[in-house]
């Protein structure tokens, strides 16, 4: 079946950097794209960021810009999002979400990995 | 930015009655990029409504969802217990895509 599988649960320490994997399967990789999306606790869900799996093509939250990147490897169906010079605020589940073409609407998401910041 | 707010924050009601939700823009939405999530504790959203008004693959024909512009509503037509959870809106027509803030459905 379609799904994205997340990489496990990270702890960091202030200023460090986190990279979180997004594994496809099911469907073509290259023809939808990924995006990024972070719950801080108690908070609203937070668009971060996409790729178009196919191309490689990003763009960004300006809120997130110069602090995140995300990358694929097509020969293994993953995206990942790095971020770095982590603060506590950054403490969050972030997942990926598969685009559904089209419609402007994230139909496949990963179950998400817990992200703690914490000296 | 486009800001979504979503009223009420919390609604309390009984299985078989009918809800509604509303989300409002900041500014017009296109119909076409506004979505609709539930998500339960513990778990990742799940695509309900596309495109203002189109349900997702598999999604019961009790969700349904209307509006246009500014103004967007979510309708679940007769609760069943497995519905009780948060409710996000989502527009895609402007980066960054922004979700409103939730509404919690729960039982009364």
């Known amino acids: 079946q379609v799904q994205l599988v997340q990489s496990g649960a990270e702890v960091k320490k202030p200023g460090a950097s986190v990279k979180v994997s997004c594994k496809a399967s099911g469907y073509t990789f290259t023809s939808y794209a990924i995006h990024w999306v972070r719950q801080a606790p108690g908070q609203r869900l937070e668009w971060m960021g996409w790729?178009?799996?196919?191309?490689?093509?990003?763009k960004y939250s300006q809120k997130f810009q110069g602090r995140v990147t995300i990358t694929r490897d097509t020969s293994a169906s993953t995206a990942y999002m790095e971020l770095s010079s982590l603060r506590s605020e950054d403490t969050a589940i972030y997942y990926c979400?598969?685009?559904?073409?089209?419609?402007?609407?994230?139909?496949?998401w990963g179950r998400g990995t817990m992200v703690t910041v914490s000296s | 930015e486009i800001v979504l707010t979503q009223s009420p924050g919390t609604l309390s009601l009984s299985p078989g009655e009918r809800a509604s939700l509303s989300c409002r823009a900041s500014?017009?939405?296109?119909?076409?990029?506004l979505a609709w999530y539930q998500q339960k504790p513990g778990q990742a959203p799940r695509l309900l409504i596309y495109g203002a008004s189109s349900r997702a693959t598999g999604i019961p024909d009790r969700f349904s969802g209307s509006g246009s512009g500014t103004d967007f509503t979510l309708t679940i037509s007769r609760l069943e217990p497995e519905d009780f959870a948060v409710y996000y809106c989502?527009?895609?027509?402007?980066?960054?895509?922004?979700f409103g803030q939730g509404t919690k459905l729960e039982i009364k």
């Open positions: 790729i178009n799996a196919g191309n490689g093509n990003t």
């Open positions: 500014q017009s939405v296109s119909s076409s990029y």
């Open positions: 989502q527009q895609y027509g402007s980066p960054p895509y922004t």
């Open positions: 979400a598969r685009l559904l073409v089209g419609r402007g609407a994230f139909d496949i």
